[in-house]
């Protein structure tokens, strides 16, 4: 009954280097999302995929690519690491009804989150 | 641009008192209201889901209350205990959109 699960839990990079933090969950839903949380500011939208195949845009893009290797997971990318990037990253599920409508009675389930530090 | 305003930031409460937080929003055209629950060093879980037509909804000693008219909502704790700080985040989805506007939550201490 593992949920969400974030790798790695923390990660220190010095400016430049590239990474992937990885998520799964065993819940069978459909969409996942990356997510940022910043002190003083609330949880902003990097990515998202409403179903396997398919991923879009969020909030806070730039500097991010993103994956998803399949339904069970969904990867993201820093392809150049800046100290702006340095937060922590939470992935989240969320079992909609594959129309672009968020399921009304679904919640999101997040994972405990990666604590990235880019010095 | 839909936005989640949240009230107060932080609050201090004695264990065994009640609180209500308070949560304001202009996310628009308005499909569900959620709670979640931080604690430190983990990822948000969920407390209440309520879609347009319902106005209250209760999850143990957790109460939400919704007022779609005045877009406004409120949490309120009963009988606090000291595993009851945390963050409080209240968020609203849009509908016709995958996407949430989260707000920046309401960090609660429950003092013995």
């Known amino acids: 009954n593992a949920g969400v699960t974030q790798t790695p839990k923390f990660q220190v990079l010095k400016t430049g280097q590239s990474m992937t933090l990885q998520c799964a969950q065993d819940?069978?839903?459909?969409?996942m999302y990356w997510y940022r949380q910043d002190p003083g500011m609330g949880l902003r939208l990097i990515y998202y995929?409403?179903?396997?195949?398919?991923?879009d845009k969020g909030e806070v893009p730039n500097g991010y690519n993103v994956s998803r290797l399949n339904k069970r997971e969904f990867s993201l990318r820093l392809e150049s690491a800046a100290p702006s990037q340095t937060s922590v990253y939470f992935c989240?599920?969320?079992?909609?009804?594959?129309?672009?409508?968020?399921?009304?009675?679904?919640?999101?389930?997040f994972g405990d989150g990666t604590r990235l530090s880019i010095l | 641009k839909n936005q989640v305003e949240q009230s107060p930031q932080s609050l201090i409460i004695l264990e065994g008192k009640n609180c209500t937080l308070q949560c304001n929003y202009t996310v628009s055209p308005f499909s569900n209201l959620r709670w979640y629950k931080q604690d430190t060093g983990r990822g948000p879980v969920s407390l209440t889901i309520?879609?347009?037509?319902?106005n209250t909804k209760s999850n143990g000693r957790y109460t939400a209350t919704l007022d779609a008219d005045t877009k406004q909502s409120s949490l309120h704790i009963t009988a606090s205990q000291l595993s009851d700080s945390a963050s409080y985040i209240c968020v609203v989805s849009a509908a016709g959109s995958y996407q949430l506007t989260f707000g920046k939550g309401t960090k609660l201490s429950v003092i013995p």
């Open positions: 989240a599920s969320f079992l909609s009804d594959g129309r672009r409508q968020a399921y009304r009675s679904q919640p999101q389930h």
């Open positions: 309520m879609t347009f037509s319902e």
């Open positions: 995929s409403a179903s396997e195949g398919t991923t």
């Open positions: 819940m069978n839903h459909n969409s």
